[in-house]
């Protein structure tokens, strides 16, 4: 989606959401002067209990109620991340919780948003916990997010998980800039090259064609070949081009869209040599830090892996997750389930998911006691080698791709400039 409809969106979600809060302040006045009346109205004490408890049970009722536009509002990364930071950092002051939402919500600039704390606001106030108002919206906070902050909420230190969530965002969103800065160079240079032979196709070899047919010689082949692939190029470019990105879309709608499409493309992954490793152990380091979080806040094993099992992209994983949560029910252990047999001889079924060293972890921690400490392990181990590992593939990427570009050009104008030796050899 373009920038251009991203804002079209917005801009519809902000009217809408304006729309919604002038029919709120309506009913919801008209609302609160009935519920007056009735209360000055009724003597008997069992009628004003059973009145109490159905205004109650309407409101919560009410309060399951999405409006249209809080299902269209979306929250960044970024606006995530200064929700969480400043609710840990009002919360650890003693400030309490309507007065912490207050703050946030009169420091945001976006209506949106404003909208989204005024309903968990009122939804709090209806009788609800900060968590059963984050679960009302799937769309905005994940469900792991949601059952750390109801873990906390029930254990009582809401400050501490919240401070750590904000930390663990905080170095997922450092991780990804990392990804991403990896991958931009061979990008930009891909699509540079990319653009720079569509040009050379499009504008300077008909010209050239058009001056050897002049001259009348016979072309070596491969200028004739580019020659032949700059007709066709010029001749047949939008059906070219609608080929390709409809190519592209259906690829993408198969691959992503599907699951037969995501488990080929998840295993199209993993025999690359280098990707397919990065993947796994990304996948492993995701796994190990939500494991870690939820178990550390007091979340029941099983529990925490069906939470884990919904938050992991990768359908293989989502499987194995499953399996293990199915297997700790039956009472079996997670070591063994991710093919730990037997950790003295070291006993171990091969295992494509699970490396032996992650079983083993989980072995130590199973012995201990101490799983979200071996979990919070794996997961930096696993950051360093990722991070290692591409920082080698930023080193080596670079030639890589010179030497490419250099190739793709360089043939081109060996192309071009080959019938000029068969003019001077014709000329002598």
């Not at 302040?25 to 408890?53: C, M, P, W, Y």
């Not at 254990?155 to 990804?179: C, P, Y």
């Amino acid at each position: 989606m373009t920038a251009l409809a991203y804002k079209i969106r917005d801009t519809f979600s902000d009217f809408w959401l304006e729309i919604e809060l002038f029919f709120d302040k309506i009913f919801h006045r008209n609302k609160k002067e009935t519920v007056g009346t009735r209360n000055l109205a009724s003597k008997d004490k069992d009628k004003e209990k059973k009145i109490e408890e159905k205004a109650v049970t309407g409101m919560k009722q009410e309060a399951t109620k999405i409006s249209f536009g809080l299902k269209m509002l979306r929250m960044s990364s970024k606006d995530r991340l200064y929700f969480y930071d400043q609710m840990a950092t009002l919360v650890d002051s003693s400030v309490t919780l309507i007065d912490s939402l207050s703050l946030v919500q009169a420091q945001t600039t976006s209506k949106g948003l404003k909208k989204l704390y005024g309903e968990m606001i009122h939804h709090i106030n209806t009788g609800m916990s900060l968590a059963e108002s984050m679960y009302l919206f799937p769309h905005i906070f994940p469900k792991m997010q949601a059952a750390l902050v109801e873990a906390a909420e029930k254990s009582g230190n809401l400050s501490v998980v919240l401070i750590e969530l904000t930390e663990e965002m905080e170095a997922n969103q450092d991780f990804m800039r990392k990804i991403t800065g990896a991958m931009f160079y061979p990008v930009v240079l891909v699509c540079l090259s990319m653009a720079l032979v569509a040009g050379m196709m499009t504008f300077v070899i008909p010209k050239i064609a058009a001056m050897y047919d002049q001259a009348k010689v016979e072309l070596p082949k491969l200028t004739q070949a580019v020659i032949d692939i700059s007709d066709f190029v010029a001749a047949s470019w939008m059906i070219l081009l609608i080929s390709i990105v409809g190519t592209v879309v259906l690829l993408w709608l198969f691959f992503v869209k599907t699951r037969i499409g995501r488990l080929i493309w998840e295993n199209f992954v993993s025999i690359i040599p280098i990707v397919g490793r990065l993947n796994k152990e990304k996948n492993l380091m995701m796994i190990a830090a939500n494991m870690g979080m939820l178990m550390k806040s007091g979340v029941l094993i099983s529990d925490a892996f069906a939470i884990t099992e919904k938050t992991i992209p990768n359908l293989h994983y989502q499987r194995a997750l499953a399996k293990i949560r199915h297997g700790i029910i039956m009472g079996k252990q997670i070591s063994e389930m991710m093919g730990l047999e037997d950790i003295r001889t070291q006993k171990f079924k091969k295992n494509k998911l699970f490396p032996l060293q992650v079983a083993q972890l989980i072995h130590i921690g199973e012995s201990t006691g101490r799983i979200s400490e071996m979990l919070f392990k794996i997961k930096k181990n696993f950051h360093k080698s990722i991070d290692y590992t591409l920082k080698n593939i930023s080193t080596l990427v670079e030639p890589i791709m010179i030497f490419i570009v250099a190739a793709l050009v360089g043939s081109i104008l060996l192309a071009v400039m080959l019938p000029f030796f068969y003019i001077g050899t014709t000329i002598n």
